[in-house]
């Protein structure tokens, strides 16, 4: 084969391939990706047993501990709509009132379950903005 | 001192700028006066920048709360030790760490190649004072580390408890200096490009700095790793978190880097691809640096909705279209002086590794961003970690394989003697492994750990022959004794058998981590004194609970609150761990006693840590039964204050309350929720990163002068001659 004939022939080679993994990346990401909602958008649509990521600040005061499980509210980050969530297991350090958190929910009930070791709470004092 | 600080950071901007305008016309006119006058330039910006440090520091290590930021970010409990770091926990102490360390590295560069590369240099020049002046522009407009209090405060907020870790330290000055370093090789990428010089000067004048960039960097983010282990009561010491992976980018792409060149050096083949590589590196370095302040991604790492979002935006678009453009144009002088000749050599090899880096690094920034670019199509979703482990792991499987076999392999095309002298014990070996933990280890369950396992065995079989046989070499030549023999091989190739290091403390650090992520046991449980809980082989008795109050300095730190827990294991005791959980006083001036508990916690945690296992523990106290006497301390304290009794009078039932609520709390039986994780060769991990760290200051340590490098090439020759006729 000539050299150039071969070049065309490994670029076609090279880009569908990269094209085929390029696709395979972006299906196993939408099928293995969660929504992200925030709490105001929970209350309005949330369908049972369905997963959500949900972002939001802790409520000043709401933080609850019921036997193994940590009660506490979640509401927008700029805003006041908030959601009820009982969360089981080790909650992170920097979790506190006030505090932004992420954290992966279902509904149940009138409430929303934390998924287990999905709770990610914000580090505080590092690079926050200017008030 | 802060006006002085101030008028250093003006004096920076000022200087960056001129470095910036000298440099450029420098270029134009080729003028050696005025190159040297921009070199100088950026020596000059390293020393101002060095004063304002100091300056800052100084405020730092005096409890100089006239300064917002050391009001901000420490007190007078914080430890020395962590006052001297909390100078980079700022948003403004951080930036001005950034450039400080840009300033020395580009002097370095900068002083190290000034007689090399002339017509590069100034363009370079302009590239690095180009950066020092976008950071020193946004430390003098946007976030002054120098801003005074109208009224100073008597006390700090104290250091974010989190960050009181060694490795906190060291971490970001590491971090920082990766991502400056790789601005080196940007800068002259850029050079070469402007002024046509894309051979391979550019790559060999800068190559230390990528390694040292790489080094550094990859250090950075292992320090990182480890506290997250030590520190955040997780227990984990990766999570995929945006801020961690915008590290991870410029390392990726860095590591492709450093291979890649080797191919330019010896064959003059991927030219393209190497000025690609290294522009998109320095463009990560600076995405990294913009992530951590944006707020643009849901990360662990709160960094607010900063106003520094904008200029970065800017800066990364301006350098995606000069790069871009530049490589467009100068792509006629970037053409391959030759041609893979065989799929099944030592640059195909390098290729293929190549595209695996690339290709993670593309997979990291996709699920990274994945946020941004679903939320474009009209609903914002995100990627967890098991995402990232599902893509990332085979990845890292087929590089630790590539890295076994490139050393193996000759250049250019591989020939059954070859495969059969070099691939054949190592290869054994791996089958040996994989054989031996599939029939007595119990992993042939997790093929994919099984698989490293292998792989990992396979190339340290290989570095270990080329070892071997190196020294035997020089044994054949020196009569040296093995100790010999290798410092001697070492120490005359320093770039190959660094490299090798580097490839083993790679492979120890991946079978940590997959040996930890496969067989991991962990739980999470609620005990009172006297419960057990059982968790894989080990028995964790809750046998008392702790507390106790921290003074330092005749004032009250913190609260500790804990447990003692005897772990055993088959009826034998190990040891007695006693985790705590350090509370950190709010600003609460009404509520004194209860605002010890509502500020920021820390866990401390205790493990059993041991070559094989690791036996991790972390507790967080249920404080539910003890907020009823904080409000009683609380409301007395209040009292006191209302009827006019003196402060240290207020001070002392402070005390006392706070001692009798922790001393009820040691008597009483408080649940207590416990993280208990049972993890095997976690401690590999960080060896891991120590071998890395050794062989990378080993790659980095000065070649023998241009002298001895020629004893050497002879030397070379007559070890091949010798071993020709073996």
Redesign the interface.
């Known amino acids: 084969m000539d050299p150039a004939r071969k070049r065309r022939v490994r670029l076609v080679v090279a880009l569908t391939t990269a094209l085929l993994l390029a696709g395979a990346l972006v299906y196993t990401s939408v099928s293995a990706s969660t929504e992200a909602r925030s709490p105001s958008q929970l209350l309005a649509s949330a369908a049972p047993g369905r997963s959500y990521q949900v972002t939001g600040k802790v409520v000043d005061g709401s933080i609850r501990q019921r036997g193994a499980e940590t009660l506490f509210r979640v509401r927008d980050r700029n805003g006041s709509a908030s959601i009820p969530v009982a969360y089981t297991g080790a909650v992170p350090d920097p979790f506190a009132n006030g505090r932004e958190v992420i954290v992966q929910v279902h509904k149940s009930g009138n409430g929303f379950v934390g998924e287990r070791d999905t709770l990610v709470t914000k580090c505080p004092s590092k690079f926050t903005a200017k008030n | 001192m802060a006006t002085l600080g101030r008028a250093c950071l003006i004096l920076a901007f000022v200087i960056a700028l001129y470095g910036v305008g000298a440099g450029l016309v420098a270029w134009r006119s080729g003028r050696r006066d005025i190159a040297a006058s921009a070199r100088r330039s950026v020596y000059a910006l390293a020393g101002v920048l060095t004063v304002a440090m100091i300056i800052l520091e100084s405020a730092f290590l005096r409890d100089d709360f006239s300064f917002a930021t050391v009001a ?2 420490s007190s007078h409990t914080t430890p020395f030790f962590y006052k001297a770091a909390a100078v980079w ?3 403004e102490g ?1 930036l001005l760490l950034w450039v400080w360390l840009l300033a020395i590295w580009s002097s370095l560069a900068l002083f190290l190649t000034r007689k090399r590369m002339r017509d590069v240099t100034p363009v370079a020049t302009a590239v690095l004072a180009g950066f020092a002046a976008f950071f020193a522009g946004l430390l003098v407009f946007f ?1 002054s580390p120098f801003e005074v209090l109208g009224a100073v405060p008597a006390d700090g ?1 104290g ?5 009181r870790h060694p490795s906190m330290m060291i971490h970001p000055p590491m971090l920082y200096s990766g991502y400056t370093l790789f601005t080196v090789p940007f800068a002259f990428a850029i050079g070469a490009l402007v002024t046509r010089r894309v051979d391979a000067e550019w790559i060999t004048a800068t190559r230390r700095f990528a390694l040292a960039a790489w080094l550094f960097l990859g250090i950075g983010i292992i320090l990182g790793a480890r506290w997250s282990y030590a520190e ?3 227990g984990g010491y990766w ?1 995929w ?1 945006p801020v961690e992976n915008a590290s991870l980018l410029p390392w990726l792409t860095g590591t492709a880097f450093i291979h890649s060149i080797m191919i330019q050096e010896k064959r003059g083949m991927l030219k393209v691809w190497n000025v690609s590589l290294v522009l998109a590196t320095g463009i990560l370095a600076i995405l990294g640096t913009f992530l ?2 944006s ?1 643009i991604l ?10 520094l979002g904008v200029p970065f935006v800017v800066l990364i678009v301006f350098l995606l279209v000069l790069s871009i453009g530049l490589v467009a144009w100068r792509s006629s002088l970037l053409r391959s002086e030759h ?1 893979i000749d065989s799929f099944l050599s030592r640059e195909a090899a390098f290729l293929f590794n190549n595209l695996l880096f690339v ?1 993670m690094a593309f ?1 990291v920034f ?2 990274t961003f ?2 941004l670019i ?1 939320e474009a199509f009209g ?6 970690p ?2 990232f482990d ?2 990332i792991v085979p990845l890292a499987i087929g590089l630790v394989g590539l890295a076994g076999i490139a050393p193996l392999i000759s250049w250019r095309r591989v020939t059954r003697g070859n495969l059969r002298r070099n691939v054949a014990v190592p290869l054994g070996f791996g089958v040996l492994v994989a054989a031996v933990l599939t029939a007595v280890g119990g992993v042939a369950h997790k093929p994919w750990a099984l698989a490293m396992f292998a792989l990992a065995g396979f190339l340290i079989a290989g570095v270990v022959q080329e070892f071997a046989r190196g020294a035997r070499a020089r044994r054949a030549m020196s009569a040296d004794s093995w100790p010999l023999a290798m410092v001697s091989l070492v120490r005359r190739n320093r770039r190959r058998y660094g490299g090798y290091m580097v490839h083993v403390g790679i492979a120890t650090l991946f079978v940590g981590v997959a040996a930890s992520s496969a067989f991991q046991h962990a739980r ?1 449980v ?1 005990m009172r004194p006297g419960d057990t809980a059982h968790i894989n082989g080990y028995d964790v008795r809750y046998a008392k609970p702790l507390g106790r109050v921290v003074v330092r300095d005749g004032r009250v730190e913190r609260i500790d609150l804990g447990s003692q827990l005897v772990v055993s294991k088959g009826g034998h005791v190990l040891r007695t761990l006693s985790p705590t ?1 350090g509370y950190y006083p709010a600003d609460a001036p009404f509520a004194p006693v209860s605002g010890m508990f ?1 500020g ?4 401390q945690v205790q493990m059993i840590a041991g070559l094989r296992r690791d036996f991790w523990t ?1 507790v ?1 106290p ?3 039964p003890l907020r009823r006497d904080m409000a009683l301390y609380d409301k007395a304290i209040r009292v006191l204050a209302q009827r006019g009794a003196p402060v240290d009078k207020q001070v002392l039932a402070f005390r006392i309350g706070l001692q009798r609520i922790v001393d009820d709390y040691a008597s009483g039986r408080p649940y207590s ?3 208990l994780i049972s993890s095997p060769l976690v401690a590999w991990i960080w060896i891991g990163g120590i071998i890395v760290f050794g062989g990378g200051l080993v790659s980095l340590w000065p070649a023998p002068d241009g002298a001895r490098r020629r004893a050497t090439a002879g030397y070379a020759a007559r070890v091949a001659r010798e071993l020709g006729r073996a």
């Open positions: 901000g970010h926990s700022s948003q951080s976030a907020s250091l974010n408890p989190l960050l955040l009561g997780w999570a978190d951590v302040r707020g849901d990360s662990i790492h709160a960094f607010g909705a900063s106003t041609g290709g997979v996709f699920g994945f946020p679903t609903e914002r979703r995100n990627v967890g098991p995402w599902r893509i999470d609620r959980r509502s920021e916690p820390e866990s972390a967080q249920e404080l539910g929720t416990f993280r």
